[in-house]
C-alpha cells in the first residue's frame, strides 16, 4: 500500500475513508505544530534541512531525500504491510488470531504502553531542542534534526493509534502527550530517563547509543504484540530507529578516534593534558557512558515485574524476535537473576514470565557491548591502551532491584556514604560537565570544517560528500 501525500495528514491507513478519524486527527495536528515550534528545536526552523522522508513501507527504497524547512516535514502515520496468516505469537492465547481491535479486557493495559512509548518521543525532542547552537558539524546538525523530525513522526504513530483504536480516552491521552515536558517539575515526562538534560553533544551521543537503543528493543517487543495495528505501527518506526542508533555509534565513536588521535601525536595521557590539547579525555567520556547506560538500563522496569508476566500471558508485549524462542508460552521455566539480600548478590531463579523485563535487557546489554567493543578497536587503532567499557548493571540505578543499593562500576556493593562521597569518579561532575561544555560554544557552519574535538565522519548521509551543504544557514 502506498503512502497518500495528497491528504494533509499523509498516510497508508486509508484516512480518508473515516472521515470521523481524520477529523480529530487534524484537530490534533495545529497542536502538534504548535508544540513543534515551542518546544521543538530552537530556530533554525526556516533553514533548509537535507532530511530523509518516509513515502512508502517497502523495505526497499522506503524514503526521499531531500533538502526541507523543518515545518514543513511530512509527519505521517505510516504502518508496515498486515500480514492475514499473522498469529497470536506468544503468551496463554498462542496461535490464535490477532485482535484487529482492542480487547476490553487490555484496554487500560495497552493504552498505558502505547502512551508510555508515545511520551518519550516527544521528550527526546525537547531534550535536544538546544544542541543545534553548538553543533560541531553542519553534517552533525543535519543528524539531529533528522532524529528530531522522526521522533517527531513517531509520536504520530502512537497518537493514530489513541485516536483510532481508545475513543474519547486515547484523543484525552493524545492531548496530554503534548502537555506534559520533559523536565517540568509540574508535569514531567513518564519514565525517568526522558526527564534528564541532554545539554552537549557527547550526551547526545550516548543518548542516541544507549537510550534510543531500549527504544529498538521496547519496539521490537511491541513489533510481537497481539494487538495488530500495535505490531506494525512499531515495526515500522523500527526502520527510521536504526539511523538513530548510527548517529550514536558513530558519534561516540568519532569522538573517541579523535582522543585517541590525539594522545597518540602528542604523546600524552593525562587528562588534564589532553583536556588543554581541546578533546575529552577517555576517564570523562567513561563516565557519561557510566551515567547514560546506567539511566538507560532503567528503562526496561523491574527485573521482577507482575506487570511483565501479565502482558506476557496476555499477549500483548513479547520478546524480541519472539520466533527465536522455543517455548512461546514460557509457563514453565525459570530465570536466574542477582538479587541482593544482607547486602549480599545472590542469583535467584525466578518464574521466566516475570523476568521478561530481565530477558529483554540481557539482550540489550549484549548489543551495547558490541559498539564498546568498536570504541576500543578505535582507540588501540592509534596504539593506544586504554579501554572503555559498561559498568555493572547494579550501578547507578533508580528502578527495580538495584534502586536501593549502592554500588561501584564493577558491581562492589558500598554503604550511600561511601558512594556519596566517590560517584564523581564514576559519573560526570560539575566540572566535567563544564569542561564538555566548554568545547562546544558554537555552532560549525562552514562544511569544510568540523570541530576539533570530534573527527569527520567517513562518510556523508545518502552518497553525498561529508562537506555537503546538510543545512542551509543563509536563512536565519
Ligand atoms: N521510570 O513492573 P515494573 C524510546 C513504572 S525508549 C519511571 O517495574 P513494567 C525512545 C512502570 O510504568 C522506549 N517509571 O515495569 C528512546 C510501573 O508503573 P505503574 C520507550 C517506571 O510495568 C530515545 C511501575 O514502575 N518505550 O522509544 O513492566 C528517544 C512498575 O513497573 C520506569 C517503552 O518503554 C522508569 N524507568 O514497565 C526516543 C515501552 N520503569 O503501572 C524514544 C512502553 C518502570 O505501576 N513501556 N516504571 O503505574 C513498557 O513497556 C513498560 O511500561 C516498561 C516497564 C518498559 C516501562
Redesign the pocket.
Known amino acids: 500500500m502506498g503512502i497518500n501525500y495528497q491528504d494533509r495528514i499523509p498516510n497508508n491507513v486509508d484516512l480518508g475513508s473515516n472521515r470521523t478519524l481524520q477529523r480529530a486527527l487534524e484537530h490534533w495536528q495545529p497542536e502538534f505544530l504548535k508544540w513543534w515550534q515551542d518546544l521543538g528545536p530552537t530556530d533554525y526552523q526556516a533553514n533548509d534541512v537535507y532530511l530523509r522522508t518516509a513515502t512508502s513501507v517497502d523495505a526497499k527504497g522506503w524514503a526521499t531525500y531531500g533538502h526541507v524547512r523543518m515545518p514543513d516535514y511530512r509527519w505521517g502515520i505510516f504502518l508496515a504491510e498486515p500480514d492475514a496468516n499473522r498469529r497470536v505469537g506468544f503468551g496463554d492465547d498462542y496461535g490464535k488470531e490477532v485482535w484487529q481491535q482492542v480487547p476490553g479486557e487490555h484496554r487500560s493495559t495497552l493504552r498505558?504502553?502505547?502512551v508510555?512509548?508515545g511520551?518519550?518521543?516527544p521528550?527526546?525532542?525537547e531534550?535536544q531542542r538546544l544542541l543545534g547552537h553548538t553543533a560541531p558539524s553542519l553534517y552533525d546538525l543535519r543528524n539531529l534534526f533528522q532524529?528530531n523530525v522522526e521522533?517527531g513522526r513517531?509520536l504520530w504513530a502512537m497518537v493514530y493509534l489513541l485516536h483510532a483504536y481508545f475513543g474519547r480516552d486515547g484523543r484525552e491521552e493524545a492531548e496530554e502527550l503534548l502537555t506534559r515536558h520533559s523536565g517540568d517539575g509540574d508535569k514531567p515526562r513518564?519514565?525517568?530517563?526522558?526527564n534528564e538534560p541532554i545539554s552537549d553533544w557527547l550526551s547526545f551521543f550516548m543518548?542516541?547509543y544507549f537510550?534510543?537503543?531500549?527504544?529498538?528493543?521496547?519496539?521490537k517487543?511491541?513489533a510481537e504484540s497481539s494487538f495488530d495495528p500495535l505490531a506494525r505501527t512499531c515495526q515500522f518506526?523500527l526502520t527510521e530507529?536504526a539511523h538513530?542508533m548510527f548517529v550514536g555509534e558513530t558519534g561516540v565513536g568519532r569522538v573517541v578516534d579523535r582522543t585517541a588521535q590525539i594522545m597518540k601525536e602528542s604523546g600524552k595521557d593525562h587528562p588534564d593534558d589532553l583536556r588543554k590539547l581541546g578533546v575529552i579525555d577517555l576517564p570523562t567520556m567513561q563516565k557519561y557512558l557510566n551515567l547514560w547506560y546506567s539511566l538507560?538500563l532503567?528503562?526496561?522496569?523491574?527485573?521482577?515485574?507482575?506487570?511483565?508476566a501479565a502482558?506476557f500471558a496476555s499477549g500483548i508485549?513479547g520478546r524480541a524476535k519472539e520466533e527465536q524462542f522455543e517455548d512461546h508460552r514460557a509457563m514453565d521455566g525459570t530465570y536466574g537473576i542477582d538479587v541482593v539480600k544482607d547486602g549480599v548478590v545472590t542469583r535467584e531463579d525466578v518464574p521466566l514470565r516475570n523476568a521478561?523485563?530481565e530477558v529483554?535487557r540481557d539482550a540489550y546489554v549484549e548489543d551495547c557491548q558490541r559498539g564498546v567493543d568498536k570504541w576500543n578497536r578505535f582507540i588501540a587503532a592509534h596504539g593506544v591502551t586504554h579501554q572503555l567499557k559498561l559498568p555493572s548493571r547494579r550501578f547507578h540505578r533508580?528502578?527495580?532491584l538495584y534502586a536501593d543499593v549502592f554500588a561501584d562500576p564493577d558491581g562492589r556493593l558500598m554503604s550511600k556514604d561511601e558512594f556519596e562521597k566517590r560517584k564523581y569518579e564514576w559519573l560526570p561532575s560539575d566540572a566535567d560537565k563544564a569542561f564538555v561544555q566548554s568545547l562546544m560554544t558554537k555552532p560549525i557552519y562552514d562544511p569544510k570544517q568540523m570541530a576539533g574535538w570530534i573527527s569527520a565522519p567517513k562518510q556523508g548521509i545518502k552518497g553525498r560528500p561529508v562537506d555537503f551543504e546538510y543545512v542551509r544557514h543563509s536563512v536565519d
Open positions: 498505558r504502553l502505547i508510555t512509548q511520551d518519550t518521543e521528550a527526546s525532542v531534550q532524529v521522533e513517531h513518564i519514565l525517568s530517563t526522558f543518548f542516541t537510550t534510543d537503543r531500549d527504544g529498538k528493543y521496547q519496539l517487543s511491541l518506526m530507529e538513530h538507560s532503567d528503562l526496561f522496569g523491574g527485573e521482577i515485574s507482575s506487570n511483565a502482558s508485549k521478561m523485563n529483554l533508580h528502578i527495580g
